[in-house]
């Protein structure tokens, strides 16, 4: 079973900032967080990824809490094309299983 | 970046028949491949693991008989859907592991689309 709980959807406004939470209270010491999107009928992109720190990259920041009981994926300035299911998941191998995940709607 | 292409990206069968869908690493060696299975507005299903040379490892409730994978190089994986019916119509996607990377990107493929009739 996923380890992650995600709001089923969120809309964002074109040029804001979209900020999906992700809670994952049970994920143990060595366990990183991922973050990958899936625009319709395509594979999944990786996106982010983090242990302990905040990350950033071109694409997106991700904030972990100091407990790492729940995270922030922060798109800042969202875009038509960042519509997308985006999903948030914990583990340490290649071995990825995929939540429900949330349905971000960009609008404009 | 690394890229895993998957062929055919779309497929249509009829009831019986089987049908093979491959997974290539095109730009280096996968010593673990992964498929999963997707049905419309649902998630990633992980089906199976596949490690280059043994027998794939299947998660619990995918038949071994049903979806035959065979991992036989470090750039190829295939998944073979046998007697496919049409609840097996489903969107097939696999990923690629080098192993002991740094970047935490796993990579994944396009994606094959399966309708049986």
């Known amino acids: 079973d996923a380890k992650t709980t995600q709001p089923p959807s969120m809309d964002c406004a074109e040029g804001r900032a979209a900020n999906l939470p992700c809670n994952h209270s049970?994920?143990?010491?060595?366990?990183?967080v991922y973050w990958y999107r899936q625009i319709h009928s395509q594979g999944p992109q990786y996106i982010i990824h983090?242990?302990?720190n905040n990350e950033t990259n071109e694409m997106a920041s991700l904030i972990i809490t100091e407990d790492r009981k729940s995270s922030t994926l922060i798109l800042p300035h969202a875009t038509l094309r960042d519509t997308a299911v985006y999903y948030c998941?914990?583990?340490?191998?290649?071995?990825?299983?995929f939540g429900t995940g949330t349905r971000l709607q960009v609008f404009p | 970046g690394a890229v895993v292409s998957q062929h055919p990206s779309w497929v249509i069968c009829k009831s019986g028949t089987s049908v093979k869908i491959e997974c290539r690493s095109l730009?280096?060696?996968?010593?673990?491949m992964f498929w999963y299975r997707q049905f419309p507005k649902q998630s990633l299903m992980l089906m199976a693991t596949?490690?280059?040379?043994?027998?794939?490892?299947?998660e619990q409730g995918v038949e071994k008989d049903k979806f035959l994978i065979n991992h036989a190089s470090l750039t190829l994986s295939t998944l073979t859907v046998t007697s496919a019916h049409p609840e097996d119509s489903s969107f097939y996607i696999c990923?690629?592991?080098?192993?002991?990377?740094?970047?935490?990107?796993?990579?994944f493929g396009e994606g094959s689309r399966l309708t049986v009739l």
């Open positions: 983090g242990l302990k």
């Open positions: 730009d280096f060696q996968a010593t673990t």
């Open positions: 596949s490690n280059e040379g043994s027998k794939a490892t299947y």
């Open positions: 990923s690629a592991s080098a192993g002991g990377r740094d970047t935490g990107e796993l990579f």
């Open positions: 049970t994920i143990s010491g060595n366990e990183y």
């Open positions: 998941i914990v583990g340490n191998t290649d071995k990825l299983i």
